[in-house]
């Protein structure tokens, strides 16, 4: 890894072009404590607001170039998007079942939902199974294809939440999950989500909490860190303050049913992100194939906010 100063590699500046260093994206400020460096990119909390991010941020051009195909089916899944993403279909299934049932404790009837950031509309799936009606939007072209075609979502949108005509007071609930900390202007989406949403309906959202035990344990070895996806690292007091000015009340914060069901070799290629030997140590695991276990690291919040 290159030091700080030194010329960067040509990739890394291919990288960086159109990169710029943003304020604090919740108060505004540009007053920030270092946590760590991680060249080209440092993780920063701000000395106000608490709020932690990254900088340098990518180009916008660059952030949307990068959810298309590539992002799915990448080759460096520790450092950016998914190894193989389709292929943990069944997986994916299984963890949106276990957190669809947050819904069912204010929903007890099936009614619209609205999935941001939907991908290949894995969650709208299950609940379409559960008598709901879905709509999708979603960036990523081949991820939309696949919702439409594979899956037979027929409402899933191609574009962004905030150029997009959405029903307004359409929806009982509308989710995100995995979706805020990508986003290069949170606010505008949770503004076009609260106007999609009916009086009273529910905004359901998914993050990492960087105050987690396990963040902290981790230090910059937690998974989460991500630079070039992952620009913000919310905890649940500058979550909460957000959706506070957003206008949404915060009814529960929890890390229960945050969790995952991964393959094992899913596992065997994280557990390489600590230390590359860790790899070979725990790639026995792979000969067990594609069974899968539920993970619940605690590090995930699942916020469920009612619109005021
Ligand atoms: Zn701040």
């Given at each position: 890894?290159?030091?700080?100063?030194?010329?960067p590699e040509e990739?890394t500046?291919?990288l960086?072009?159109?990169?710029?260093d943003?304020e604090c994206f919740?108060c505004g400020r540009?007053?920030e404590?270092v946590?760590f460096?991680d060249?080209?990119f440092?993780v920063v909390?701000c000395k106000?607001c608490?709020m932690t991010?990254?900088?340098p941020r990518?180009?916008s051009?660059?952030?949307h170039?990068m959810?298309?195909?590539?992002?799915?089916?990448?080759?460096?899944?520790?450092?950016f998007?998914?190894?193989?993403y389709?292929?943990?279909r069944e997986?994916?299934?299984r963890?949106?079942?276990?957190?669809?049932?947050?819904i069912?404790?204010y929903?007890?009837e099936?009614?619209?939902?609205?999935?941001?950031g939907?991908?290949?509309?894995?969650?709208?799936?299950?609940m379409?199974?559960?008598?709901?009606?879905t709509s999708?939007?979603?960036?990523s072209?081949?991820m939309v294809?696949?919702?439409?075609?594979t899956?037979?979502?027929d409402d899933?949108?191609?574009?962004?939440?905030?150029?997009l005509?959405?029903d307004?007071?359409?929806?009982d609930?509308v989710?995100?999950?995995?979706?805020i900390?990508?986003l290069?202007?949170?606010?505008a989406?949770?503004?076009?989500a609260?106007r999609g949403?009916?009086?009273?309906?529910?905004?359901?959202?998914?993050?990492?909490d960087?105050?987690?035990?396990?963040?902290?344990l981790?230090?910059?070895?937690?998974?989460?860190y991500k630079?070039?996806?992952?620009l913000?690292?919310?905890?649940p007091?500058?979550?909460?303050?957000?959706l506070d000015?957003?206008g949404?009340d915060?009814l529960e914060?929890t890390p229960r049913?945050?969790?995952?069901?991964v393959?094992?070799?899913?596992?065997?290629?994280?557990?390489g992100?600590?230390?590359?030997?860790?790899?070979?140590?725990a790639s026995?695991?792979?000969l067990?194939g594609?069974?899968a276990?539920?993970?619940?690291?605690?590090?995930e919040m699942?916020v469920?906010?009612?619109k005021?």
């Open positions: 890894m290159s030091d700080a100063g030194q010329v990739s500046r291919d960086l072009a159109g990169s710029r943003v919740l540009r007053d404590d946590k460096y060249p080209p440092r909390r106000h608490g991010y990254v900088n990518l180009s051009e660059r952030l170039e959810y298309q195909e590539e992002y799915w089916a990448s080759d460096r899944a520790k450092e998007g998914y190894a193989s389709l292929a943990e997986n994916y299934e963890t949106y079942r276990r957190r669809s049932t947050t069912d404790r929903r007890s099936p009614g619209r939902v609205l999935d941001v939907c991908a290949a509309g894995f969650f709208l799936s299950v379409k199974a559960k008598g709901w009606q999708g939007v979603e960036i072209k081949p294809d696949y919702a439409r075609e899956l037979g979502l899933v949108r191609h574009g962004d939440l905030t150029t005509d959405i307004e007071g359409g929806y609930v989710t995100m999950w995995d979706v900390e990508h290069e202007d949170p606010r989406h949770l503004e076009a609260r949403l009916r009086d009273d309906g529910l905004l359901v959202l998914e993050t990492q960087v105050s987690s035990r396990f963040a902290r981790m230090r910059r070895k937690w998974q989460h630079h070039e996806e992952h913000y690292h919310f905890e007091a500058t979550l909460g303050r957000l000015e957003m949404f915060v914060n049913h945050g969790g995952k069901y393959s094992l070799n899913f596992v065997v290629e994280r557990v992100r600590i230390h590359p030997i860790m790899t070979t140590l026995p695991l792979r067990l594609n069974r276990l539920y993970i619940n690291l605690q590090d699942i469920v906010a009612k005021r």
